[in-house]
């Protein structure tokens, strides 16, 4: 394993049996969307969260999650028009160090873009978690990415607004949110024009009823409303695409 294109690939094939093999040959060959995690999410005694699944409104499927900050960057890939598939640790990368010592790093998140194409990602809860070997793994990995055309990058922690908007919108990403046929229909002719969350709800018919489906059509970005800035009943929605000017930037 040489420092250029000396890059392997480990991970577990459809059945579970453990495969190494050159990665740049993986990358062009595997759907590592579609894998298990190679190795399990450390569970760290003491602390509030551990592993857990996601369940990916992309996909359909569940998501391996290590953390809480993991948590919050799937919530944000899995809103991605450009993401297709998601997976939690599915590759272990090996190279060797300049002494010729084998290492390797087990990114945290990875997705699939819609040109085939990937984005490896680590979802550290501070800029210096990880320490020095952290900092090490990134630096081989990106090299290992970019000699694919594929790209690495630590998802910094969001604003707390912004992840607090985010986790409520997710609540509603099930497809049983859109509510009964017409409903979602209703919801996304009130917004024509920005308006009130809750002027429109109240115009498309019930809030109770119809608040669901407005969220559920936020979070797949039917509709759009600002989310630097709490979500609350009197925040402007409008159709998709639209900016709320008052803003520094509408957000989907």
């Known amino acids: 394993m040489g420092r250029l294109g000396g890059f392997e690939a480990v991970f577990l094939d459809p059945v579970g049996q453990t495969v ?14 579609d894998l298990p995690p190679v190795s399990a999410f450390p569970v760290v005694p003491g602390r509030r969260w551990g592993p857990s699944l996601w369940w990916s409104a992309t996909t359909g499927r569940h998501v391996a999650a290590g953390s809480n900050a993991m948590r919050i960057q ?30 390797s ?3 945290q998140l990875f997705a699939r873009r819609t040109d085939g194409t990937a984005l490896l990602a680590d979802c550290p809860g501070h800029p210096a978690a990880g320490g020095e070997r952290a900092r090490k793994g990134a630096e081989a990995v990106a090299q290992a990415c970019a000699d694919i055309g594929w790209a690495y990058r630590r998802l910094l922690p ?4 912004l992840a607090a908007n985010l986790k409520w919108l997710a609540g509603y990403r099930h497809p049983r949110n859109a509510g009964r046929p017409g409903l979602t229909e209703a919801a996304l002719a009130a917004f024509t024009r920005p308006r ?32 630097d800035t709490p979500l ?3 925040v402007l929605v409008g159709p998709q695409g639209w900016s709320d000017p008052s803003k520094k930037g509408g957000a989907r």
């Open 74 to 103: 799937l919530m944000v890939l899995d809103r991605d028009p450009d993401v297709t598939g998601l997976a939690g640790r599915p590759v272990r990368l090996l190279w060797r160090d300049p002494r010729g010592q084998v290492r």
């Open 20 to 33: 190494q093999q050159r990665w740049a040959d993986a990358a062009m060959t595997v759907a590592f969307e």
């Open 232 to 234: 609350h009943e009197r």
């Open 105 to 107: 790093w087990v990114p």
């Open 196 to 227: 009130s969350l809750i002027e429109g709800a109240e115009a498309a018919g019930d809030p109770i009823e119809v608040l669901p489906a407005v969220f559920h059509a936020l979070w797949h970005g039917r509709l759009t409303t600002g989310l």
């Open 158 to 161: 969001l604003d707390d607004v």
